[in-house]
C-alpha cells in the first residue's frame, strides 16, 4: 500500500463556515477531519450559480486518539471551551491552533486549558448559511489570518491557510476584528430582540434602527478612547448599508433565539462592555441589549 503524506487538518464546528472552509480543505493534498460529539452525514454545499458539493471525504475522527497536529475552531463563541475540553488530551504544544470565530475575547476565555500557544486568529466576511439541504455558500467575502507574534508557520501551515485565506499582517487582522465586531454588536441582538432580519434596521423610522443608531453612538465613543487609530465615526452609515445589503438575512444571533439555543451576546456586546469598562465610559444602551437578549432565553 502506498504511504499516504497528505497533511491531515481537523476542525472542530461544522456550522456554516465550518464547513465551507472544510470544503476548501478537501483537496487532494489534504486529510480533512472533524471533531464532534456524534457523527454527522456527509454535509453538502451549495454555492452560487447551484453547484453543489457532497463532501465524502470528511472523516469523522471525534473518538481517535491520534495527536491534532492543525486544528481549526469554529464554533460558537460561548461553545469554545467545552468543545475544546473533550480533545485537549491529543492537542500538544506543537498544534496550531486556527481560530475564526465571531465575537473576541474567546481565546483568553481558554488559554488557561489549551497546551498550545501556537495561534493564529482569523476572521471571515463570507455569508454562509445552514438549511435542511446543506450550507449555502451565498458570499466569498474575504479571509483573514494573522499568526500572534510568537507562532512560526511552516510551508504546509501556510499552503493550509492559503486553501482558506490570506494570511495578512497582526495589526490589520486586529482593526477588521474590532471593525466586525461594532458591526456585529450593531447588528445581532437588535435583529433577535426584535425577531426580524436585518432589513428591520435598514427602516430608519423604526424601533430596530433607533436602537442599532444608539448602541452605534456609545461604540463610536468606546473606540475612540480604546481604539483611537480607527475611523469609526461612520459607523452608523456603515451598519445601514450593511443592514440594507443584507436585508433577507437572519442572524446568527436571531436563529439561536428561534432555537432556544445560548448566544454569543458575551462575547459580541459584552466584550464592547469589557472595553468600555477599562476606558471608563459608561455604555447603558449595550448593557441594557445583553439583558434583553439573554432574557429572551429564560
Known sequence: MPRDDRATMHILGLGSV??????LLTKPNFRV??????????PVVY???????????????????TPVTTLLVATKAHQTRAALSAYVERISPKTLMIFLQNGMGIIDSVRDILPSSRIVQGTTTMGAYRDGQGVHWVARGQTLFAPTASTSLSNTEEEILACLGEIAKWDTLEDRMYHKLALNACINPVTAVFNLPNSCIAEIHSP?????????????????IARPQMDMWNLTE????????????????LADVRAGRETEIDFINGYIV????????????????????????Q
Open 33 to 42: 477531519s472533524y471533531l464532534a460529539r456524534r457523527p454527522i452525514p456527509p
Open 274 to 297: 469589557e472595553m468600555a469598562g477599562k476606558a471608563g465610559i459608561p455604555v447603558p444602551e449595550n448593557n441594557h441589549i445583553i439583558q434583553k437578549v439573554k432574557s429572551l432565553m
Open 208 to 224: 430596530a434602527h433607533q436602537l442599532s443608531k444608539r448602541l452605534a453612538t456609545e461604540i463610536k465613543g468606546v473606540y475612540a
Open 47 to 65: 454555492e452560487s450559480g447551484g453547484l453543489s458539493h457532497r463532501l465524502t471525504q470528511l472523516v469523522d475522527d471525534s473518538s481517535g486518539n
Open 18 to 23: 465550518g464547513t465551507v472552509c472544510a470544503y
Open 238 to 253: 456603515t451598519v445601514l448599508k450593511l443592514a440594507q445589503d443584507t436585508g433577507g438575512n437572519i442572524s446568527s444571533m
